[in-house]
């Protein structure tokens, strides 16, 4: 079935760094996500993206957290300056259309902040 | 205050048997239930999924059945194979919204 690629699969980084997390939506879609998942803990709502806009975000989302998609390349995650919590792994998923039933998701990247 | 509440955080059952995964949700908004399965080293992949005007779905081996009034859900896994063996979220979220509420897994093992 249809792929999301997450690049790099696990990243290690000092607190205080800036990370940028790579997403390489399904082809044809137009939606794009990313989700936190804690060890042990459920995964959360971060931030959609149609046309170039994030479209909705959740309390998750920091100040320090931003995405983009230049020119239909990856679709990114960029913390800057990371803290502790961050440390989570990160799932992207990307949507043909509106509705949560097309949702496809990557394998995730393994964020460990020092 | 979790959304979507998954009873379990694991489960065996031997091959061959039912496993029952269930699931209940607090918001009335919910009107669309999928269940994701993911193995080890893999992203979450879609499975089957309901919406809030059936009772009970079925693909192959999986079921869900669906109570609207008491706002839970299960998953059953007919004649489980050690394939099975693997983490299943239970998700929920609005009609036409494309913003899932996930639950926090169970995790299933099936011995053969």
């Known amino acids: 079935g249809p792929k999301v690629l997450q690049i790099p699969s696990h990243q290690i980084i000092d607190m205080g760094q800036m990370v940028t997390l790579n997403c390489d939506p399904v082809?044809?879609?137009?939606?794009f996500y990313w989700y936190k998942q804690i060890l042990g803990q459920q995964m959360e709502f971060l931030v959609n993206?149609?046309?170039?806009?994030?479209?909705?975000k959740s309390k998750l989302f920091k100040d320090q957290f931003s995405v983009e998609r230049p020119d239909g390349s990856y679709f990114t995650l960029k913390i800057q300056p990371t803290a502790l919590e961050d440390s989570a792994v990160y799932f992207c998923?990307?949507?043909?259309?509106?509705?949560?039933?097309?949702?496809?998701f990557g394998s995730g990247t393994r964020l460990t902040v020092l | 205050q979790q959304q979507v509440r998954q009873s379990s955080q694991s489960l065996t059952v031997w091959e061959g048997e039912t496993a029952i995964l269930n699931c209940s949700y607090e918001?009335?908004?919910?009107?669309?239930f999928p269940w994701y399965q993911q193995f080890p080293g893999e992203g979450p992949a879609l499975l089957i999924a309901?919406?809030?005007?059936?009772d009970k779905k079925e693909d192959g081996r999986f079921t869900i059945f669906f109570n609207k009034r008491e706002k839970n859900l299960s998953l059953h896994i007919k004649d489980s194979q050690p394939g099975d063996s693997a983490t299943y979220f239970c998700?929920?979220?609005?009609?036409?919204?494309?913003?899932?509420?996930f639950g926090k897994g169970t995790v299933l093992l099936v011995s053969p």
């Open positions: 998923a990307s949507s043909l259309g509106q509705s949560a039933e097309t949702l496809y």
């Open positions: 082809s044809n879609h137009l939606y």
């Open positions: 993206f149609y046309n170039g806009k994030v479209m909705e």
């Open positions: 918001n009335s908004a919910f009107d669309y």
């Open positions: 309901i919406r809030s005007v059936s």
């Open positions: 998700a929920a979220s609005p009609s036409g919204y494309n913003k899932l509420t």
